[in-house]
Structure formats: structure tokens, C-alpha cells
């Protein structure tokens, strides 16, 4: 099993719509929790940042976590197709440290 | 302010031929990782580098080495090249003392035939 699963898609939506991304990991010592996007042969972007559990937004990303079900989630609200990427959840269990990654979900958002 | 770069972006090599990838970490960052993608994979930590020296290593063999230089620079160096090391790696770079952050360049695209 491994320490990180994010369903690897592809999901296509249309323009407008909310959509909701989600990893599930089993490593109960991870605290610190990353969304990545990531285009097409370029390198990942740092999106979101959280410590612990709890919610986090800036601007149309909301990223929250729940550590008691070891299950996080990036929503992006009023989605564009400029958001048209893979996103990758990413976590550690100290901050900063060796990164663990997930698959990668690839994000179509169709005009 | 430059990002974290990366060197050479793309490059071709032969099996069992050795292979040099070069760093430069984002400005007032002093700590490097190097980190293997795999096609429609994320991101596998390879080690971290802070203060020229080897901090942590994942599940990669002998034959991935790096260096770190005193001005933070880092080399990841794969000797006996394999197909199955055909990949992008990346590099990212961050603030041992305040930053919680992890900052990526653009990676270099390796192709071993």
C-alpha cells in the first residue's frame, strides 16, 4: 500500500464548476500538507500550505485536512480553464523535510 | 529574485554512460533536494543536501550521488545509467532555519536509449 493514494483521474469539468481534489494517506506521523499544480513538462508550483488539521483559503483554492480520517482536499471554486493541470497533494512529517508525493490528479476544465 | 534553476533541461544518453544535472537554489535558500518523476508519476525523493553534506537519502541505490557546493549549488550525479532512469528531476530548495516551504525549478528531462 502506499503511504500517499490520490485517484489519478483524469476528471474533465466544465468551465464554472467546483471542483474537489482529494488524497488519502495512512502514515499517521505526516503534519505538514502541500497541493502542488503542475503543467504539462514544467516543474510543480507550490499552491497550498497547511499545518495540522483545519482549513485554508486563498482566494478560489481552499485546501483543508482531517488527520483523524488521514484525508485531505484542494477545492478550486469558479474553476477556469487556465486551471487545466495535474495537482499534487504532497506531505511530510517534519516541516520541510522529505516530501511525499501522490500520483497526481489530471484536471481538465473545458471552456 | 530567480527561482530555483535547473541544468541542462533536456539531454540524451546512452545505457550504462554517466549522467551530471546541475541546481542553483531559489535566492537565500540553503538547502537542496533532488526529487525523480516518473512519466504520469509524482515526484519520488531522491536526498537532501544542507550544509555540503548528505541530511536524508530515499529508496535509490548507490548509483545516485550528489554534492552540494558552498554556495548551495547541488549536483545529482547517476553513474551506470539504466532505461529505467528516464525521468524529470527536479530540484527544489528551501530555508533550513525559518522556511516550511518547498520551492521546485523546472526540472531536467532525462532520456536514456
Known amino acids: 500500500q502506499k503511504e500517499v493514494e490520490q485517484d489519478p483521474g483524469p476528471l474533465s469539468v466544465p468551465e464554472g464548476a467546483i471542483v474537489s481534489l482529494n488524497c488519502t494517506y495512512s502514515?499517521?506521523?505526516?503534519?505538514?500538507f502541500m497541493w502542488y499544480r503542475q503543467y504539462s513538462r514544467k516543474g510543480p508550483e507550490l499552491l497550498m500550505y497547511?499545518?495540522?488539521?483545519g482549513n485554508k483559503e486563498d482566494g478560489r483554492f481552499t485546501a483543508q485536512v482531517d488527520k483523524s480520517s488521514k484525508y485531505i482536499s484542494l477545492f478550486i471554486r469558479d474553476s477556469q480553464p487556465s486551471d487545466s493541470a495535474t495537482y499534487l497533494c504532497?506531505?511530510?512529517?517534519?516541516?520541510?523535510?522529505?516530501?511525499?508525493f501522490g500520483q497526481g490528479t489530471r484536471l481538465t476544465i473545458n471552456p | 529574485d530567480a527561482g530555483v534553476t535547473q541544468s541542462p533541461t533536456h539531454l540524451i544518453k546512452t545505457r550504462g554512460q554517466q549522467v551530471t544535472l546541475r541546481c542553483s537554489p531559489k535566492?537565500?535558500?540553503?538547502?537542496v533536494s533532488w526529487y525523480q518523476q516518473a512519466l504520469g508519476q509524482g515526484p519520488q525523493f531522491i536526498f537532501q543536501?544542507?550544509?555540503?553534506?548528505?541530511?536524508q537519502r530515499g529508496n535509490f541505490p548507490d548509483r545516485f550521488s550528489g554534492h552540494q557546493f558552498p554556495n548551495y549549488s547541488s549536483e545529482l550525479n547517476v553513474n551506470a545509467l539504466l532505461l529505467g532512469d528516464s525521468a524529470l528531476y527536479l530540484c527544489?530548495?528551501?530555508?533550513?532555519?525559518?522556511?516550511?516551504?518547498?520551492?521546485f525549478g523546472e526540472g531536467s528531462w532525462l532520456t536514456v536509449v
Open positions: 543536501y544542507y550544509e555540503e553534506e548528505e541530511r
Open positions: 504532497a506531505m511530510s512529517d517534519r516541516g520541510a523535510q522529505k516530501l511525499v
Open positions: 535566492s537565500g535558500h540553503d538547502t
Open positions: 527544489a530548495s528551501r530555508e533550513n532555519r525559518a522556511g516550511n516551504t518547498i520551492y
Open positions: 497547511t499545518y495540522s488539521s
Open positions: 502514515n499517521s506521523a505526516f503534519q505538514y
